[in-house]
Nanobody
Framework: QVQLVESGGGLVQAGGSLRLSCAAS????????MGWFRQAPGKEREFVAA????????VYADSVKGRFTISRDNAKNTLYLQLNSLKPEDTAVYYC?????????????????WGQGTQVTVSS
């Protein structure tokens, strides 16, 4: 019933920017909190940002605060992540995910649908 497809990843130099998109299928996009996670080689998947169903509340990992911005367009069933001032340590596969819980959860266990991921590579 739910399909999430990320896009917008690529290779950029340190200090550059990217805008990731996550297109969601289904009829209940606006009823779910959404999040972005990332996984670097040899590391576990970690929380990046989350947004409440209406977009009124957003939360960020400390490592990306002030640099990344999560947003959503419920009319388009699309989730976004603006990545600015990129650093080499931001290199990872970025995943969008849907949660059935309220608010803007930070933990992986609270998300039950995941996209296939999009690669972000930052080089210096």
């Amino acid at each position: 019933q739910v399909q999430l497809v990320e896009s917008g990843g690529g290779l950029v130099q340190a200090g550059g920017s990217l805008r990731l998109s996550c297109a969601a299928s289904g009829r209940t996009f606006s009823s779910h909190a959404m999040g972005w996670f990332r996984q670097a080689p040899g590391k576990e998947r970690e929380f990046v940002a989350a947004i409440s169903r209406s977009g009124d509340n957003t939360v960020y990992a400390d490592s990306v605060k002030g640099r990344f911005t999560i947003s959503r367009d419920n009319a388009k069933n699309t989730l976004y992540l603006q990545l600015n001032s990129l650093k080499p340590e931001d290199t990872a596969v970025y995943y969008c995910a849907r949660s059935d819980y309220e608010g803007s959860p930070r933990v992986k266990v609270l998300y039950n649908y995941w996209g296939q991921g999009t690669q972000v590579t930052v080089s210096s």
